[in-house]
């Protein structure tokens, strides 16, 4: 999506802002305890701010792969399921605190409160590894995004527990 580092240092705090940034207004992005992981999480029928996030793609995407970043984020809302559900956009640990359970913790306290409100949860694997996790945590494979020469992302639906 953006090349150089230049391009990605300026634009991408702007794509995450507004691709995973309403779950502040909805209380809904948590931390591990020691701040060394993140999860944000959508609520039932709450998108991305897609006109913002389009505008900043559109400026900030090299033109000759505009095309391809679009194809794929359509592939991403597509594979969104029609009913309503929790959408995970975007979950991290810091490299030096990955395997530590810190991920896991942030994913058992939310899916708990999923299950608890009868809402499933969406979600797309941008890392391989990550799918015998969220396996474990009762997400099923439901297809594949990748577009041109973009990685692939593995959408991943789990129902209520």
């Known amino acids: 999506m953006f090349p150089g580092s230049k391009q990605y240092f300026h634009f ?3 794509v995450l ?3 995973a940034g309403r779950e502040f207004d909805h209380f809904s992005a948590h931390r591990s305890s020691n701040f060394s992981a993140v999860a944000l999480w959508l609520p039932p029928n709450v998108i991305p701010d897609e006109e913002a996030l389009g505008s900043v793609l559109g400026e ?3 033109p000759e792969l505009r095309e391809e970043v679009f194809a794929a984020l359509d592939q ?5 399921s029609q009913k309503g559900h929790c959408y995970l956009p975007k979950i991290g640990t810091e490299p030096l605190s990955q395997g530590k359970g810190y991920g896991s913790a942030l994913l058992t306290r939310n899916l708990r409160v999923c299950d608890c409100a009868h809402v499933a949860v969406y979600l797309e694997a941008a890392n391989t590894v990550n799918i015998l996790l ?3 945590f009762g997400f099923e494979v439901i297809g594949e995004i990748q577009v041109g020469g973009s990685p692939t992302s593995t959408p991943m639906f789990r129902v209520v527990q």
């Open 12 to 14: 991408f705090p702007f």
């Open 17 to 19: 802002m507004y691709f």
């Open 60 to 62: 900030g995407v090299a």
């Open 76 to 80: 991403v809302g597509a594979g969104h």
């Open 134 to 136: 969220y396996h474990r």
